[in-house]
């Protein structure tokens, strides 16, 4: 069985544990190196033989087409992103796939088995609409993993350091801040009512112009969050 060495290049810390989780349940897959931007990326290709990249598009300094736009032999790529509008975009780049975070690991599997294909069939595809499955993502909680998924989280809070994830059946106290977890999740039923308060849009049972109600709970919104959040929630 061939192994493919593979690198991530993530800015989120959230997405990147997501991806390596992925990557430690695939046989053939071998994770060398995870970088946060573009530079660093190009710093590590000279370094090591990487088979396969897991890029984001959205990086900071550099975005990821441009990464792959002054790659000379760029290996084979897989696009990570939150944003479905570039999927035909990432195709002209012969990525052979793309996937949409949060990324379900049934259809991570389903990307990485393409390395196998000949470069010329994956070209010649389209991307195909997102599969539906129930998405989750992996909290650290001591030495622990928690399994949460998106569709039952009522709400994230802020705690300085740390951010607590509520749902109906159980809360989670994790390391992140909440500014990290923000770009991940605003793509999927998530909006930022408050510096310290992401809440699932779909939870919401009842809102003012100074607060909204779900899972039993007031939250407020923050000024100067208001006029984009009431736009959302009245729209």
Not at 17 to 34: N, Y
Not at 48 to 61: A, R, S, Y
Request: glycine share 4%; charged share 25%; hydrophobic share 45%.
């Amino acid at each position: 069985m061939q192994i493919y060495n593979c690198m991530i290049i993530e800015d989120e810390p959230l997405a990147t544990e997501v991806l390596q989780d992925h990557i430690r349940q695939v046989p053939f897959l071998k994770l060398v190196c995870a970088c946060s931007d573009a530079f660093f990326a190009m710093e590590r290709l000279q370094e090591f033989d990487i088979d396969l990249i897991f890029l984001d598009i959205h990086l900071p300094k550099m975005k990821g087409f441009d990464l792959l736009k002054v790659l000379k032999k760029p290996p084979k790529v897989i696009i990570t992103s939150a944003y479905q509008e570039y999927a035909i975009q990432g195709y002209e780049f012969n990525v052979i796939d793309y996937l949409l975070k949060p990324i379900g690991f049934s259809r991570f599997l389903k990307a990485v088995n393409k390395m196998e294909q000949p470069r010329e069939v994956v070209v010649a595809s389209r991307p195909a609409a997102p599969v539906a499955e129930r998405v989750y993502l992996l909290f650290i909680v001591g030495k622990k993993k928690v399994k949460v998924f998106l569709d039952e989280i009522l709400y994230i809070e802020s705690m300085k350091e740390y951010i607590r994830v509520n749902t109906k059946s159980k809360s989670v106290l994790t390391k992140f801040k909440l500014s990290q977890v923000d770009g991940l999740l605003r793509e999927n039923n998530f909006l930022r009512i408050h510096r310290s308060f992401i809440v699932a849009k779909d939870k919401i049972e009842a809102f003012s112009a100074t607060e909204v109600e779900l899972g039993g709970k007031q939250l407020p919104i923050g000024r100067s969050y208001k006029e984009v959040v009431l736009s959302v929630l009245e729209g």
